[in-house]
Nanobody, 121 residues
Framework: QVRLVESGGGLVQAGGSLKLSCKASGLTFSNYAMGWFRQAPGQEREFVAAINWSGGSRYYPDSVKGRFTISRDNAKNTAYLQMNSLKPEDTAVYYC??????????????WGQGTQVTVSS
């Protein structure tokens, strides 16, 4: 079956950096777009970044543009989210997702279990 496993979360001070990884199995990774989303307590899950199957197209909301970078390594079946200049408001559980089309909506077929990112002030 399809599995997406996130890693790399943790506690970091404001202004710091973290790199999240999402290892995929059970699917032909290079056929799928990948997305990253986050959900803070009491809030809706929100879009953070997306990348198409080849890595040639990337999408970000204004809240993270210029600070976060999504990438992928199709040979390793892994997607990444490099997060720089982190702010306390970036604190959330971060999820990766896979679908055949890159989208900024929640319409992804497969989801990981999430990894906690906490940014202290």
């Amino acid at each position: 079956q399809v599995r997406l496993v996130e890693s790399g979360g943790g506690l970091v001070q404001a202004g710091g950096s973290l790199k999240l990884s999402c290892k995929a199995s059970g699917l032909t990774f290079s056929n799928y777009a990948m997305g990253w989303f986050r959900q803070a307590p009491g809030q809706e899950r929100e879009f953070v970044a997306a990348i198409n199957w080849s890595g040639g197209s990337r999408y970000y909301p204004d809240s993270v543009k210029g600070r976060f970078t999504i990438s992928r390594d199709n040979a390793k079946n892994t997607a990444y989210l490099q997060m720089n200049s982190l702010k306390p408001e970036d604190t959330a559980v971060y999820y990766c997702a896979a679908d055949q089309v890159a989208t900024m909506t929640l319409a992804y077929t497969y989801w990981g279990q999430g990894t906690q990112v906490t940014v202290s002030s």
